[in-house]
């Protein structure tokens, strides 16, 4: 490797793409064209990116199978940092095998890291806690121990184990220091602003009150009843009934639980519930019915009891009913939380991010876009979407930094 070769890739691991383009943009051999693209990809000038890298595979020789296995690794994880996910993962395997069978371990791990980092965005969460139960991260450097760590954090955070994350979070800060590189340190100090962010709303006996992570957390652990109108399900001791693919009877638990423990009317029911301005007799008849599968349902955490004027929830075993829902409640909410990340999705990854069609995701993106919610940059299939600018940090990309060869 000679010397410009070895200052451009010093460069891209403190986090300095110009330095590095300083030093190789006017050459065109394969170690230099990945790490042009490298560079390239840390400027998010991502279409650039792939192609310099696509030219680098080509370019290195059929011999030089570790330097082509990492352009493989640098183009996947700049397909995760663009929202790209709708690539397979069999390349990235086998150019993982490859680095792990000529004892390029670090960049085998920073593959590893890459497909875990997609499940975790795809929200794959027992297929990531399977993947990490198997790493030994103590011979990492830094920067992948930071990585590891965010990941650690992004699956707590899910799971809402809220000192699990703190912990990985203050380990992932400590390894970003040390690796030395901003643009890290600023993803992790992003990361650990959810924590002391409103994560839902709890609404109870006509009052309406912001929670904190930690809050849903020991909310979920309780003795209450809720109506989690974020995963449309209902939660109890050790039961939870989901509701998510019965958007009228979620309607119907979500009304009778914001009531609690007063009733709600058989007419508003019916115009919430079905979507009504006019009540005739078959919407009360349907009312019936779906009253009737509602109590079916929740039988072991709740009653639902008729009254002179409409129906209330008794429950079982709980104290009370509350009702769990988002900060802010928006008709393409999900689309806007993925959004809120700060990075650029495609509308491919929004469909496989939330499990609906494209189609869905696209009409979201349209009425979001009319409503000054969203915007988009690009054509066809570049098209990319984000919410406007505003104060925050972007995805760093934790790019190989030895890619040439060492």
């Not at 300095?16 to 300083?22: E, K, M, V």
């Not at 703190?166 to 100090?189: F, H, K, N, S």
């Not at 072991?300 to 004027?309: E, G, I, N, P, S």
């Amino acid at each position: 490797m000679d010397s410009l070769i070895t200052a451009a890739a010093r460069a891209l691991a403190a986090g300095d793409p110009l330095g590095a383009l300083n030093q190789v943009a006017l050459r065109d051999d394969a170690p230099a064209l990945a790490l042009r693209g490298i560079a390239m990809a840390q400027l998010d000038d991502f279409a650039r990116a792939k192609a310099l890298l696509r030219s680098a595979a080509r370019a290195f020789g059929p011999r030089e199978t570790v330097a082509r296995a990492r352009c493989v690794v640098a183009e996947a994880e700049i397909a995760l940092a663009s929202r790209d996910l709708g690539w397979s993962p069999k390349s990235l395997d086998a150019a993982r095998a490859v680095l792990e069978a000529r004892g390029d371990q670090v960049n085998a791990a920073h593959a590893q890291n890459i497909g875990i980092r997609r499940l975790l965005l795809l929200g794959q969460l027992e297929d990531v806690e399977h993947a990490l139960a198997g790493i030994n991260s103590t011979f990492y450097p830094p920067a992948l121990k930071a990585a590891h760590e965010l990941v650690l954090a992004g699956v707590a955070i899910r799971r809402l184990r809220t000192e699990a994350a703190r912990a990985a979070l203050i380990r992932a800060e400590r390894d970003a220091q040390l690796a030395g590189i901003p643009a890290l340190m600023a993803e992790v100090e992003s990361a650990a602003v959810i924590l002391g962010t409103p994560a839902a709303r709890l609404l109870k006996n006509g009052t309406e009150r912001l929670l904190l992570l930690k809050d849903v957390a020991a909310l979920l652990e309780s003795d209450a009843l809720v109506v989690d109108a974020c995963r449309h399900a209902i939660r109890g001791a050790d039961t939870v009934v989901s509701l998510a693919r019965r958007p009228v009877l979620f309607t119907l638990a979500r009304l009778l639980g914001e009531a609690w423990p007063e009733d709600v009317s058989r007419d508003t029911l019916i115009a919430r519930a079905f979507r009504t301005k006019f009540i005739d007799d078959s919407h009360r008849v349907r009312l019936r019915v779906e009253i009737g599968r509602l109590r079916k349902l929740l039988r072991t955490l709740t009653d639902v009891r008729a009254t002179k004027r409409g129906f209330a929830l008794v429950p079982r075993h709980a104290e009370e009913i509350v009702v769990l829902a988002r900060p802010v409640e928006e008709k393409h909410g999900a689309v806007l939380a993925l959004l809120a990340d700060g990075a650029s999705w495609s509308s491919s990854a929004l469909a496989l991010a939330t499990g609906a069609s494209q189609r869905s995701v696209q009409r979201a993106l349209e009425s979001l876009a009319d409503a000054d919610k969203v915007q988009s940059f690009g054509r066809g299939r570049t098209r990319r979407w984000m919410l406007p600018p505003v104060p925050g940090f972007t995805t760093i990309l934790l790019l190989p930094a030895s890619l040439p060869g060492s």
